[in-house]
C-alpha cells in the first residue's frame, strides 16, 4: 500500500477520534447524565478553556480534513505518487496533529506554524494533480 495511502488512515483515525478531548471536557463541567442526555444548556455550567479550544480544534479539523482526503484519493487514482506526496502527507499529518495538540493548549504560535505547515502541504498536493 503507498505510504499517502497510509498517511490518509491515520488522519482518517485521527478524524474519527478528535470528539474525545471534547467529550471529556463536557463529563467533566456538566457530567454523565448531560452526555446522555438530549443535551440541554446547563446554567450557570461552563466549559474548561481547553474544552472549549478542542472544540475549535476539532470544527477546524472537519473544515481541513476533506481537502486532504480529495488530494490523496485523486493522486493515487492518477498515478502522481512520488517522493514530493509522500513528504507533503506525512507533513500534513504532523501539521494536522501539532495543530490540535497546540490549539487544546492555547499556543497559539505552534498552532499557527502548524496550521501554515498542514495547509501548504495540503495546496501542494492538491495542485500536484494539475
Known amino acids: 500500500m503507498p505510504f499517502e495511502y497510509k498517511m490518509l488512515a491515520v488522519m482518517t483515525l485521527i478524524f474519527l477520534f478528535s470528539w474525545v478531548p471534547i467529550s471529556l471536557a463536557k463529563y467533566k463541567a456538566y457530567g454523565r447524565k448531560w452526555l446522555a442526555s438530549n443535551r440541554e444548556p446547563l446554567v450557570g455550567r461552563e466549559l474548561a478553556s481547553w474544552g472549549r479550544r478542542a472544540e475549535r480544534a476539532h470544527l477546524n479539523l472537519k473544515d481541513n480534513f476533506p481537502p486532504f482526503f480529495v488530494a490523496i484519493i485523486l493522486l493515487g487514482v492518477t498515478g502522481k505518487f512520488d517522493q514530493l506526496t509522500i513528504l507533503a502527507s506525512a507533513l500534513y499529518v504532523i501539521g494536522r496533529l501539532g495543530h490540535y495538540a497546540a490549539y487544546v ?13 498542514s495547509l501548504s502541504c495540503n495546496i501542494l498536493l492538491l495542485l500536484k494533480i494539475f
Open 105 to 117: 493548549k492555547g499556543n497559539v504560535t505552534i498552532r499557527f506554524i502548524s496550521y501554515v505547515l
